[in-house]
């Protein structure tokens, strides 16, 4: 197969997965400062939407820091679950996969109760793919999509013949 061939496969894929893979988002708890104590997660939560399908990373040294899921009345009172609940490697990933309201806090020493480490959002539904409006037009193309695909079938068997 050659290069090229190879090339316009690739690509059909691409679009055909893309549009799915773009609207997931990846968090950063944190940003830079990452999962730590004396850092003002509800202001960094503020005005961010956490969807399904989204991610949480909580970055910290080992050691120092972990991450409990909790409910609502656990994050407000700092109350430590089990700690075989805990996460600790220092680079958690947690997909929200339900929406609604979600909570974490630390669990080492007094660094949800003192140190504020702590962090509250509330997960809205997926984003999904805006539906096409009702048209008018007797076109077969409806969407810029079906152009992508239409055009690069075009291509292909263009390139057959040439």
């Known amino acids: 197969m050659s290069s090229y061939k190879q090339f316009l496969i690739t690509l059909a894929v691409v679009?055909?997965?893309?549009p799915t893979v773009a609207l997931a988002?990846?968090?950063v708890v944190g940003d830079a400062a990452g999962w730590t104590k004396?850092?003002?997660?509800?202001?960094?939560a503020n005005g961010k939407d956490f969807r399904v399908?989204?991610?949480?990373?909580?970055n910290y040294p080992v050691g120092a820091h972990n991450v409990?899921?909790?409910n609502g009345t656990s994050f407000k009172d700092?109350?430590?679950?089990?700690v075989n609940e805990a996460l600790i490697s220092g680079n958690d990933v947690i997909a929200l996969a339900a929406p609604g309201n979600k909570w974490y806090i630390c669990g080492v020493g007094q660094h949800c109760a003192l140190g504020g480490q702590k962090l509250s959002i509330t997960v809205l539904p997926a984003l999904e793919a805006p539906a096409p409006a009702p048209s008018s037009a007797n076109g077969?193309?409806?969407s810029p999509y079906q152009v992508l695909i239409a055009a690069m079938i075009s291509i292909t068997m263009l390139i057959q013949y040439v």
């Open 15 to 18: 679009a055909i997965v893309l």
């Open 25 to 27: 988002t990846e968090f």
């Open 38 to 44: 004396g850092f003002d997660y509800a202001a960094w």
């Open 53 to 58: 399908g989204d991610k949480l990373v909580f």
């Open 68 to 70: 409990f899921k909790v």
């Open 78 to 82: 700092c109350a430590i679950p089990p």
């Open 140 to 142: 077969i193309f409806t």
